[in-house]
């Protein structure tokens, strides 16, 4: 389990340090739906977005198809 990650942009870099596995993340999501949050505090909707269409993008390069599932 990764406890330390460094993220380089254009400013430089950051280094994020703690706990990072999956209970962390339920716990957290779980936590803000009992608040009745509609979208997280911690990665918000346009995050969430914008890691998807990176992932579309890499799988259209691959020529990467999930067949459709089978009803």
Do not use: H, W
Request: net charge positive; proline share 4%.
């Amino acid at each position: 389990m990764a406890s330390r990650a460094t993220l380089k942009n254009e400013n430089g870099k950051s280094v994020f340090t703690g706990k990072t596995d999956y209970l962390t993340e339920f716990t957290r999501a779980s936590d803000e739906i009992k608040q009745g949050k509609t979208q997280s505090d911690y990665i918000p909707f346009e995050a969430t977005r914008a890691c998807m269409l990176i992932m579309d993008e890499c799988r259209r390069q691959m020529s990467l198809v999930y067949p459709e599932p089978v009803k």
